[in-house]
Nanobody, 118 residues
Framework: VQLQASGGGLVQPGGSLRLSCAVS????????MDWYRQAPGKQRELVAS???????TYADSAKGRFTFSGDNAKNTMYLQMHSLKPEDTAVYYC?????????????WGRGTQVTVSS
């Protein structure tokens, strides 16, 4: 079981990007899925979180600009980002707390670079 993130790139300020995180493998259940980011020289920070119960939370920096969604049929989650700012530049990681074949896994996807620059 693994997570694979994609969709990063270079975008101008004010632009949009959609990140994807595909969950592969046999999944029994997912407790929580998150997006984190880490900017150069800074600690990794939580951007958005979605629990199995449907509770969705965003960091203050993401509220109103980012939307976290999921497609259960595709086992994929998305982070739609609008009105991007240079301070959004970071490596973005997806993270999951899930059960696969009876075993709990805390997984990190390989990061995807988002660069916001003119």
């Amino acid at each position: 079981v693994q997570l694979q993130a994609s969709g990063g790139g270079l975008v101008q300020p004010g632009g949009s990007l959609r990140l994807s995180c595909a969950v592969s493998g046999i999944i029994d259940s997912i407790s929580i899925m998150d997006w984190y980011r880490q900017a150069p020289g800074k600690q990794r920070e939580l951007v958005a979180s979605l629990t199995s119960g449907g509770r969705l939370t965003y960091a203050d920096s993401a509220k109103g600009r980012f939307t976290f969604s999921g497609d259960n049929a595709k086992n994929t989650m998305y982070l739609q980002m609008h009105s991007l700012k240079p301070e959004d530049t970071a490596v973005y990681y997806c993270h999951g707390d899930l059960i696969s074949m009876g075993t709990r896994h805390l997984l990190w996807g390989r990061g995807t670079q988002v660069t916001v620059s003119s």
